[in-house]
Nanobody, 125 residues
């Protein structure tokens, strides 16, 4: 089992910045990839960014590339998402996810075994 707890959500005006953090605990050694997804009201949960624990390889959705930065702290077992130049369309509940037993493209929800409870990000215009 892997437990994931997100923090750092909130409200900000367009153009502002927010940082999210995901604290992992449990059988974290079994996780290979950590991802961030988001879900806006009435929409499907979509991929935002992902990173490997080992080499720090990253992948971003086109809509956030250049504005968001994913990073990890192996010692603290945290994965962070720094979000800059936020837009109203970034408003969503953001979820942290861990890929352990499952495999597959990092961009797919089905590739992840464990999920956090989510944290709300609201960007006003």
């Amino acid at each position: 089992q892997v437990q994931l707890v997100e923090s750092g959500g909130g409200s900000v005006q367009a153009g502002g910045s927010l940082g999210l953090s995901c604290a992992a605990s449990g059988r974290t050694f079994s996780s290979r990839v950590m991802g961030w997804f988001r879900q806006a009201p009435g929409k499907e949960r979509e991929f935002v960014a992902a990173i490997t624990w080992s080499g720090g390889n990253t992948l971003y959705a086109g809509s956030v590339k250049g504005r968001f930065t994913i990073s990890r702290d192996n010692a603290k077992l945290t994965v962070n998402l720094q979000m800059n130049s936020l837009k109203p369309e970034d408003t969503a509940v953001y979820y942290c996810a861990a890929q352990t037993v499952r495999s597959g493209p990092w961009t797919l929800k089905s590739s992840y075994d464990y999920w956090g409870q989510g944290t709300q990000v609201t960007v006003s215009s």
